[in-house]
């Protein structure tokens, strides 16, 4: 039926013949489509029941309860003794209540084990502070005697220790004792080498410098290589732009000798000298838009004073200067026609990992398959909400946010056993978003708070069609 209609010149295909397409759509168990097909006649069929019917069906087997209801409803107003309307909106009905979105979630329970089997973060970075603490002095020696060291016998042998963190793990040695771990564009590294470096020994505090990313010159300037070119950083001119609405700063640069470059490899160079004089931290929570000028442009100046100055435009605007990329959070609001999985149903939210929502939905799971690799969880907690009053809920959301963050423990404290990325509202669930350092141990102390509330909870993983762990009161 659907070759034979889809075969006819589209102006041959009538308002009978677009339902029998969405109805055949239907049956073929392609749902959207056949809702997509029949709102392409929706202006016919506002006073045609089977019209609704149709597409209340498509709705209710894509899991859009909601909007499926009102179809059903509107065929009864058509057709007051429509049994089959009647079951369908029963059904929705059942759907949309507490106990069915239970139901639902309940059906992909799996064991708690498959969150916390393997090494954990914690675990991690106990073991690579347990190598440091082994071989401090033989570290202490190559920084004594930097000119005397094998150089790439040295970085082998830093690397073992790094890689007990991650195989992705880069780092820098220097003077005074500094040992500075770098990003590198690998963002997921904000949210877990600030806690790395908190668990730092408290006999190398005092004579060891640990930093989770690299720093900024704070206006020193020197010479930098790369691409055959060779520039002080105090020749690379600057104008900058400060978006007070959405705190962010836009660049344009310009030096003569970048400039030249093509533009994969002049953008790539002004952003590892941005970064070298601003700090790795810095430049991923502030800079956005950064363009190349054709010349030098009025207000520009020395890229040594970026820090300088946009350190002023944030004072000016009275706003709090952030040094962790995990302390910026955004709102964001998102809706979608289609409630596929689990977050579909969201409205407003905010988050500190947009990268990790991005991955979400669009159905990756890198950012999620890193931080795992590294032993730690990108997860979310789900709350079924039912048809409870909405502020209500928002209350109630950022009471278990609060509740949830003393689980984890507190921020920089070096005790956290994860941190809170956000939360959302959707229409259907709760959703609070964490990154746990230790997902035993959290799942442990969650579940005896969340147990005091009358709503189920489960923990699902950033990833698309993940399984759930019952937290609390799942029945």
């Known amino acids: 039926i659907v070759d034979a209609i889809l075969a006819l010149p589209e102006e041959e295909r009538d308002y009978d013949l677009t339902g029998q397409l969405a109805r055949a759509l239907n049956n073929l168990e392609d749902y959207e489509t056949a809702a997509e097909v029949l709102l392409t006649v929706e202006a016919e069929g506002q006073h045609d029941p089977l019209w609704h019917y149709r597409l209340g069906y498509a709705y209710y087997y894509s899991d859009r309860f909601g909007q499926a209801k009102e179809r059903f409803e ?76 094998d150089v790439d016998k040295m970085v082998d042998f830093i690397s073992g220790g790094v890689q007990l963190i991650s195989g992705e793990l880069n780092f820098n040695l220097g003077g005074d004792y500094e040992f500075t771990f770098t990003i590198e564009g690998k963002n997921y590294l904000f949210y877990l080498l600030p806690w790395l470096v908190e668990q730092m020994p408290e006999q190398f505090r005092g004579k060891w410098h640990f930093f989770p990313c690299m720093q900024g010159t704070h206006g020193e300037s020197f010479g930098f290589q790369m691409y055959g070119k060779d520039v002080q950083l105090d020749e690379v001119m600057v104008g900058l732009k400060y978006k007070e609405d959405q705190n962010y700063f836009d660049i344009r640069f310009y030096d003569e000798q970048l400039c030249s470059l093509d533009d994969n490899s002049c953008y790539n160079a002004f952003y590892i000298m941005m970064e070298l004089t601003i700090g790795e931290a810095l430049s991923h929570i502030y800079i956005g838009n950064v363009d190349k000028a054709d010349g030098m442009e009025a207000g520009m100046f020395p890229l040594t004073r970026l820090e300088a100055c946009m350190t002023v ?91 949830t963050a003393e689980v984890l423990g507190k921020k920089g404290s070096g005790r956290e056993i994860g941190i809170l990325l956000g939360g959302t509202m959707g229409r259907d669930n709760l959703y609070i978003d964490l990154l746990l350092y230790d997902a035993p141990a959290f799942m442990e102390q969650a579940s005896s708070l969340l147990g005091q509330y009358s709503y189920p909870f489960y923990l699902a993983e950033f990833r698309p069609e993940s399984r759930l762990v019952a937290l609390a009161n799942v029945g």
């Open 74 to 149: 509107q065929v009864l107003r058509l057709t007051p003794d429509d049994q089959d309307a009647r079951m369908f909106l029963g059904w929705c009905d059942e759907e949309l209540t507490p106990g069915g979105k239970v139901k639902k979630l309940n059906a992909r329970l799996t064991a708690p084990e498959a969150m916390t089997g393997g090494k954990t973060f914690r675990q991690r970075t106990a073991e690579f502070w347990q190598w440091f603490t082994d071989n401090e002095p033989r570290l202490a020696a190559m920084i004594e005697k930097r000119g005397e060291e």
């Open 313 to 403: 435009a944030l004072e000016e605007a009275k706003k709090e200067i952030l040094t962790r990329p995990d302390e910026r959070y955004s709102v964001y609001r998102m809706e979608f026609d289609t409630v596929k999985d689990l977050r579909y149903d969201m409205v407003i939210g905010t988050t500190c990992f947009s990268d990790l929502l991005q991955d979400y939905f669009n159905g990756e799971t890198e950012n999620a398959d890193k931080l795992a690799a590294c032993g730690s969880k990108a997860v979310f907690l789900v709350m079924p909400v039912g048809e409870a009053d909405s502020s209500g809920m928002l209350k109630l959301r950022y009471e278990i946010e609060d509740r």
